[in-house]
Antibody, heavy 123, light 111 residues
Framework: EVQLVESGGGLVQPGGSLTLSCAAS????????MTWVRQAPGRGLEWVSG????????YYADSVRGRFTISRDNSKDTLYLEVNGLRAEDTAMYFC????????????????WGQGTLVTVSS | QSALTQPRSVSGSPGQSVTISCTGT?????????VSWYQQHPGEAPKVVIY???KLPSGVPDRFSGSKSGNTASLTISGLQAEDEADYYC???????????FGGGTKLTVL
């Protein structure tokens, strides 16, 4: 059974940093691209960042490029998102999601999602 | 990149059919067949209901169907049931620089 479990969220002051983690199980983690999607309270889904199965390819939304860094440790079946320079508008539930296909670069369609970890940016 | 355009809300009675549109551009929906749809109930994670424009994931009822014409994708739910009441989001691949773009979401109300 595929499982994705996020952790690392919390309350942080503007300008602060966090590292979000997503522990994966039930599939060959290194074969699949992975993605972070966020959802601000009462708002829609926003794609944030993606990474290829090997980790060689990384992708970012313009709203987070230069502040967020996606990475993965395939020996630990874990996906990460380092978030720096946090702003109030980064307040959201952050979901990790698995790509549908075991393509090198992914199809950016997501068949499994975690339950999310909440990041709140406030002074 | 701007979000794909979806109606904010749609509604239908039990047993009826509803269609939710998702309009993009020739840079995303119009070019790629990696269009997916997600159902999200309050407080829950999204769940995929359609991928590759029109494919049905295992376990999703065949009351759900998807299609695409030009720059617009559509999700149709036939034989509406109370449990279909949820938010629905489309998503399209949009190229290697900005690979994924979501629609703004549509709230489906089952009357």
């Amino acid at each position: 059974e595929v499982q994705l479990v996020e952790s690392g969220g919390g309350l942080v002051q503007p300008g602060g940093s966090l590292t979000l983690s997503c522990a994966a199980s039930g599939f060959t983690f290194s074969s699949y691209a992975m993605t972070w999607v966020r959802q601000a309270p009462g708002r829609g889904l926003e794609w944030v960042s993606g990474i290829s199965g090997s980790g060689a390819g990384t992708y970012y939304a313009d709203s987070v490029r230069g502040r967020f860094t996606i990475s993965r440790d395939n020996s630990k079946d874990t996906l990460y998102l380092e978030v720096n320079g946090l702003r109030a508008e980064d307040t959201a539930m952050y979901f990790c999601a698995k790509d549908f296909y075991d393509y090198v670069w992914g199809s950016f369609q997501f068949d499994y999602w975690g339950q999310g970890t909440l990041v709140t940016v406030s002074s | 990149q701007s979000a794909l355009t979806q109606p904010r809300s749609v509604s239908g009675s039990p047993g009826q059919s509803v269609t939710i549109s998702c309009t993009g551009t020739s840079s995303d929906v119009g070019t790629y067949n990696y269009v997916s749809w997600y159902q999200q109930h309050p407080g829950e994670a999204p769940k995929v209901v359609i991928y590759d424009v029109s494919k049905l994931p295992s376990g999703v009822p065949d009351r759900f169907s998807g299609s695409k014409s030009g720059n617009t994708a559509s999700l149709t739910i036939s034989g509406l049931q109370a449990e279909d009441e949820a938010d629905y989001y489309c998503c399209s691949y949009a190229g290697s620089y900005f690979p994924a773009i979501f629609g703004g979401g549509t709230k489906l109300t089952v009357l």
